[in-house]
């Protein structure tokens, strides 16, 4: 799991739970310790502009990795991900997805280089997480999603041909389906639409980002 610099999700604390590696970013840090400084992660990655030294102090004393990198042609995210695999590396164990808190909202150029991110780590299964929706890109081929909601609840959801010229769409479980429809920035592009099944899928030719927006 990776901590960014933006707001945490209220289910903060689940996702800890869950997680095996926890590698907070610069400011996420920051984040971490005004939520709960009693969950430590188990390093700080970045080049700590955004981070006060009595964060760090305080992390250091608890026995937190800290590394401090001076690249800026690398994102925070970017740093975090590789400490993550050059940790893989060394102890043989692999996690199987990558959930990152703060990766979407706040500063949107910001929000694209972490969806840059999602492409430049194609071979990772990437979660960008905000408080109020998740994105993740979808590899070519056919992918099966499904979900657990109440009847109640109301999913919106978006298709976004990001990074490619086009992609060839078709999906099941959407109120408004997709049959082998082309989208591209200046065409169609499938935003906004719902979730109407526990069981969605989605076949595309193109790597296609898929939005889950759970407050509309």
Known sequence: MVILNYHLPHNLEDYWGTSGLKVCADGGALQLFNRNKNLLPDAIQGDFDSVSSEVLDYYREKGVTINQHEDQDTTDLQKCLAFLERTEKETGQVNTSIIVLGGMGG???HTFANLNTLFLYQHRKLVLVGRKNIALLLRPGLTHVHYHKLQTDEIFCSLVPLGVQSA???TTGLKWNL???????GGLVSTSNKIESDQVTIQTNNPILWIIDFDH
């Open 179 to 185: 049959s082998n429809k082309e989208l591209a920035f």
């Open 168 to 170: 060839l769409v078709t």
């Open 107 to 109: 500063c949107i150029s």
